[in-house]
């Protein structure tokens, strides 16, 4: 796995963070409609965002042992 740059853990960060985000208010929208076709998209959208989340996840701790490898 490549080394991230100082500048690319930054913005996987906030990308996560935002991801998060977006992740919690997909879940929370879907509980909350009541159109079928708007649920299934929502519920989709949190799934996904969970898949990217834990793929974030991995590059940041996977960039961050190579970081303390180098030191």
Known sequence: MPQLGL???LDAREILTAKNLSVTKAATMSGLVQCKELKAILK???DKGKQHILQL???LTSGS???GKKS
């Open 7 to 9: 500048h690319e853990t």
């Open 44 to 46: 989709a959208e949190a």
């Open 65 to 67: 042992q190579e970081e």
């Open 57 to 59: 996840q991995e590059l």
